[in-house]
């Protein structure tokens, strides 16, 4: 967790007492699907948005007719990385305002497919974490000083996931597939040191997200999420999304508070993601948006 991020359910008034409702200042940013043309590189028109927690006041930040592959809040609130490809496999990084108000460029990769993308702003705002070819790299909040962080040798991995920070930025935490083509949950320090493997998923999982506290990791397993203390032990299922009836879960985001967690799961059958609000015991809220995915809460 490296932004405040926050998730509302409610299911009655006993409950409503231990969980706050949603406050004006709470706003989270999302992945738009638009589904009328005109349609762009990947069948799909996407857009960065804002919003309100219960859905409304949204806010265009920025359009793209390529994919979008990450998104990360600077640790201001105003600023927001996104991560671009193309189907040519071109990629380029954005630091785009969160009013809307414009962007620059900040990175492109050298050649196409490179296996680039994903972002993670660290809570310092001094640096970004992302990937290439399946190794975490860093580079300065300008784009400068493109460093390569956690290797992937071919002998013991054949990708790592994009991290998350800690709260504190003294630890990273990632999915990686072995050479043998199982997962796991990896945490290692800032510097890339001390790689360590907190869980053996052996099917895909993805997406780890630390709490703020840093004693628990939300992650996407077998099609639904997952939480976990942060040493691996204790792993429990907070979604129910059995084949074929709904489409996988991903992207968790804690809440600063670290009681909620905003996801992206199956819409309406149609293949479109939604986004979605449950308490840290699985318990569900309300659907926030619909076609939307990638949701982060504001700093």
Known sequence: MTRARTILIALGA???????????????????VQREPPLGAYGQHWGVRTAKLDGTGQRRVFGSSMGVT?????????????????RFGDAYFRVVHA???GFSNLHSCPTPDSGCGGVAWAPDGSKLAFLIHGAIYTMDSNGMNVTELIQCDPADCTANGVPDWSFDGSKLV???EDEQGDFGIYTADANGSNINQVKDCVVRCAIPDLSTDMSRVAFAWKRNIWIMNAD??????LTHCPRPRCRAAGHPDWSISGNRILYDAGGKGDGFPMIRLMT???DQLRTVIEDGSHPLWQP
Do not use: H
Request: charge should be negative; glycine fraction near 10%; aromatic fraction near 8%.
């Open 280 to 282: 840290d015991e699985g």
């Open 232 to 237: 691996g032990t204790s792993a429990d299922k």
């Open 14 to 32: 006993a409950y409503l007492v231990a969980v706050a409702p949603a406050t004006a200042a709470e706003r989270i940013a999302f992945v738009r």
């Open 174 to 176: 990632f999915s990686r």
């Open 70 to 86: 990450g998104l990360s809040w600077a640790p201001s609130g105003n600023e927001i990385a996104v991560a671009l490809a193309t």
């Open 99 to 101: 009013d809307g108000s």
